[in-house]
Structures are given as C-alpha cells and as structure tokens.
C-alpha cells in the first residue's frame, strides 16, 4: 500500500476592496512613496471596511471562492483550521463561526497562532490529520484583519501591513505529490521585538493601555529584519539540501511576503533565477497569515502538476520554517 500524502487540491481566495496607497499614507503619516517602494517593495495594500466586520469575513470569502471553484460539497470537510492573528473575538475560536457560516457543519474546527507563520505551521498540521488517515478533507485558511490592530500614526508598522485570506483543501494523495518535508522553527527570543503590549492576561484592556496605543502592533524593524534575512535563509536553503535538491530542482518559491529584500535574500541563498520567485507584496502588503495562501491563489494557473514548491515564512515570536511540497494538480484545469 502506498503511502498517503497530504496535497493541496483547491485554493481560494479575498482581498477587500478599498485600496490603500503608499501615496494616500503619505497623507495621513510622514513617509512617501520611495520610502516606502524602496524599503518594502510595497506600493499598495488593501483594508477592510465595514462595521461589524472582522477576520471572519476575510476567512469567509476565501472558504466560498474555493468550495466554489473547487465545486466542493462543505458538508464533506472534516476539520476546519484558521490561522491567524486577528481572531474576531478573544476567547470563541473564529474558526468555529466560519466553518458554519460556510456549511460545513460535519467539521471540527479551531484557531491557530503563530504570527506570519501561522499558516505555514497549518500546513504541517493540516498534512499531520490527512496522513494519519483519519481524515480526508481539511480546509485551511489563513486570514488577517491587520488594520484592527495597527496605529496609523506609527509609519514603522502602517505601511507594512494588509488584509487579506486564503485557503487550501487538503487530501490524500497515492501518488506521492503534496507535503514532503518540513523544518519548523520557534525561538522565545523575539517574543519582545514584534508584539502588541497589551489586550493579553499579562496587561489587560484598561483606560490607560488604550490611551497609550498598547493595544497596537509594535515593532522593532531592524532586529526583526535580521532575523528575518538570516531565519527564513536558513531554513530555505536546507531543506533543498535535506531533499537534495539543486535550484534547477525547484519550481517555485513560495515565501511570506513581509519585505521584498528578505525575498531577495532567501531566493538568493537558494541560488533561483527571478521568475522562480512569486510575489505579490506590491499589491497586497503583509497580510500575516494570509500572504502563502494569496500567492498560491494570484499564481495558481502556472503551477503544473508535480511541480516542486517551497515554502518560507517567519513571524513574531520568533516563528519561522520551510515547507517542500509537490504540487498535485495542474492549475490551469
């Protein structure tokens, strides 16, 4: 018997409507668009408006393009995962809401953090419950409402970040194409250089904490790029190693959008030519957990069935890791 294989059958995906650019913020903060352009690659991002209107919605929208396109039955899925930063409310799991608001009241579903490699970590998870052979569907989502928690004030974190979803199926796989490998990576170091202060069980929601702006995303730019550059390189370059492959080997890089010159960085550790590398940060900004799924969603019509996929993402905490995955169908069916 052949060993089953988690792979990747479906994407979807959402971006909201309202566009803000680097040309608008130049209103609002003191920065310009070369700054901007020239640091991050980002020119534009996309914000959620509407009230009343959380991460849910962003997660919904993804779910329903993919059982649309997918001609998904939702009442087939088993387990339902979200990753992200932005849960709608505190305590009840997001997760849980969305897999009834999209029909698939047969699943389990629950919430997952882990930053800018919350999906990434899904992933894995996701492959761990299809292989196990207990499960045959698991949607994955990886949705954030980023403008929640952002100060608009603070020109370090507000030109960086987006919102946005995606999401994936995944299912058993005989032919030895999805997950392949995976080096996942945590480190207690970074809790301090990209956080929000307060809203947590260590400082609860007060006056004062939201006189202060704590309740926003705070972050140390140039410490958390470095780790960045180095982290997301590492991990990269050996798993091509683990799995002997050689740039030739790879069809595309898969990487978390959160600043093209850490990219640039890793694709150049891995030695791939430029069309290799999928971006899509000028358009969207960082996302969070939704930045691999929107560019599996932009790019889908160029993957060809057993095309080899890397995956990189690092986020706060300090998360971080690479997955290899063989692409299991041809995009443009």
Same mark, same amino acid.
């Given at each position: 018997m052949n060993k089953i294989t988690a792979a990747i059958t479906?994407? #979807?995906?959402y971006v909201p409507d309202f566009v803000l650019t680097n040309k608008l913020l130049e209103t609002m903060v003191d920065t310009n668009d070369e700054w901007i352009t020239s640091r991050t690659g980002i020119k534009e991002r996309r914000i959620l408006k509407g009230e009343g209107l959380g991460t849910s919605y962003l997660a919904?929208?993804?779910?329903?393009?993919?059982i649309k396109k997918g001609n998904i039955n939702p009442l087939e899925i088993d387990l339902v995962l979200l990753a992200t930063a932005t849960p709608d409310l505190p305590v009840a799991a997001t997760a849980v809401y969305v897999a009834t608001e999209i029909g698939a009241t047969n699943a389990f579903?629950?919430?997952?953090?882990?930053?800018?490699? #919350?999906?990434?970590?899904g992933m894995s998870t996701a492959a761990a419950y299809i292989a196990s052979g207990r499960y045959k569907k698991v949607l994955l989502i990886g949705a954030d409402k980023m403008s929640s928690i952002i100060d608009y004030t603070d020109r370090a974190t507000c030109i960086i970040f987006g919102d946005g979803a995606g999401a994936v199926l995944f299912e058993p796989n005989n032919e030895g194409l999805g997950l392949q490998d995976e080096l996942l990576k945590s480190d207690g170091i970074g809790r301090e250089f990209l956080k929000i202060d307060a809203g947590g069980s260590i400082l609860p929601p007060s006056i004062e904490t939201v006189t202060n702006k704590q309740h926003a995303v705070f972050q140390d730019g140039k410490t958390v790029y470095k780790y960045a550059v180095t982290g997301m390189a590492d991990v990269s370059e050996k798993i091509m190693e683990r799995n002997n492959l050689t740039n030739a080997d790879v069809d595309w890089l898969i990487a978390h959008q959160a600043n093209k010159r850490i990219i640039d960085a890793t694709s150049s550790r891995m030695n791939l030519e430029e069309e290799k590398v999928l971006i899509n940060i000028e358009r969207y900004g960082n996302t969070t957990s939704g930045t691999l799924p929107l560019l599996l969603f932009d790019f889908e019509k160029k993957f060809k069935k057993g095309d080899n996929l890397i995956f990189a993402a690092f986020g706060g905490g300090f998360t971080w890791g690479s997955i290899y995955l063989k692409w299991a169908y041809d995009g443009d069916r």
């Open positions: 479906a994407v #979807g995906g919904i929208k993804a779910a329903e393009d993919l579903a629950y919430d997952m953090q882990a930053a800018c490699s #919350g999906f990434l970590f």
